[in-house]
């Protein structure tokens, strides 16, 4: 799996065409999508015209909620790989941990088996959710895509994905800016050492802790900036500082609160009845 890749949540459907050929312009071998962000037909478009080799392309999507179950969710890869004009997928990802994941998991499970998909993980399970998932199904999940950058370092997750062997990869590795993270002092300083922006310190960072970063812009000069992290290294002293900015909390929201699974739940009960 590359260390470094691209995500396009909330790319729109117009733009994320010319984004993914951007980006594998730009040197990007993963990409990241998911089924909720009603962008796989685009994704699939833009990999056929870049003529980059399909096996040249780490490709991820994610089954989302309303499409968990066994069948459903067997069916749902198997919509997800007909837009994405592929006949497997690298990674696919259990997007949030709620309702019957377990009836999905075990439709992974099979396609895994079956070589339709290399990899099989999960999304947003936090560490309780996660050393709970790995340990009660028959093969474990092997990737944990997280909220983790400067101000939610997820350590306690990092120990436990070393333990289980699990790849944690970032999401939303520049927190989408919350917090002012392109503007944060500490990481500007490191940065003017090394004539490197924020940006670029910050996936850094993520990346000689072991972490899989998928940053998302829909500008090429910005995707050239953020692949261009490979040749300087951070000392122990600039990841010791940068460790010191961790909060330990959700720039976005948290999945243990209950008002918020209560949302997911409304959000799934309105698209169903808006079919
Ligand atoms: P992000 O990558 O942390 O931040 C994206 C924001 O940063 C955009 O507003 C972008 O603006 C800006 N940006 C990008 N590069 C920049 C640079 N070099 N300098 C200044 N600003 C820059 O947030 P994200 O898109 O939420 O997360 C990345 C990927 O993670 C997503 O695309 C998706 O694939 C995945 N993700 C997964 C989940 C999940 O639940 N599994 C949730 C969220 C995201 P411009 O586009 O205008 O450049």
Redesign the pocket.
């Known amino acids: 799996m590359p260390t470094l890749g691209y995500?396009?949540?909330?790319?729109t459907k117009e733009e994320c065409e010319r984004c993914v050929l951007d980006a594998l312009k730009a040197g990007y071998r993963l990409i990241?999508?998911?089924q909720s962000y009603f962008n796989e037909e685009e994704v699939g478009r833009a990999i056929k015209k870049s003529g980059v080799p399909r096996e040249e392309i780490f490709l991820t999507t994610?089954v989302w909620l309303e499409h968990y179950g066994y069948e459903n969710a067997k069916q749902s890869v198997l919509e997800s790989l007909r837009k994405l004009q592929t006949d497997y997928l690298d990674l696919v990802?259990l997007?949030q941990p709620f309702g019957d994941a377990y009836g999905a998991w075990r439709a992974l499970e099979d396609l895994y088996e079956d070589g339709k998909i290399k990899a099989i993980g999960i999304?947003?399970f936090y560490v309780d959710r996660m050393v709970e998932f790995i340990n009660f199904n028959r093969i474990k999940p092997m990737v944990n895509?997280m909220?983790v950058?400067i101000f939610n370092q997820q350590k306690q997750l990092m120990e436990y994905a070393d333990k289980y062997n699990v790849q944690l990869e970032a999401?939303?590795?520049?927190?989408?800016?919350r917090g002012n993270t392109?503007e944060n002092e500490v990481i500007k300083a490191i940065g003017e050492k090394y004539g490197k922006?924020t940006?670029q310190i910050m996936l850094r960072w993520n990346i000689q802790r072991g972490v899989v970063v998928?940053?998302?812009?829909?500008?090429f000069e910005?995707m050239v900036?953020?692949i261009d992290v490979f040749d300087f290294e951070l000392t122990a002293d600039d990841m010791n500082a940068i460790s010191e900015l961790d909060t330990a909390t959700s720039s976005f929201f948290s999945h243990q609160e209950p008002a918020m699974v209560e949302w997911f739940v409304s959000m799934i009960e309105e698209r169903k009845q808006n079919k």
């Open positions: 995500g396009v949540f909330q790319v990241d999508t998911a994610k990802l997007h999304s947003n895509q909220e950058h999401w939303a590795p520049f927190g989408e800016g392109f922006t940006a998928i940053p998302k812009s829909t500008r910005r900036e953020n």
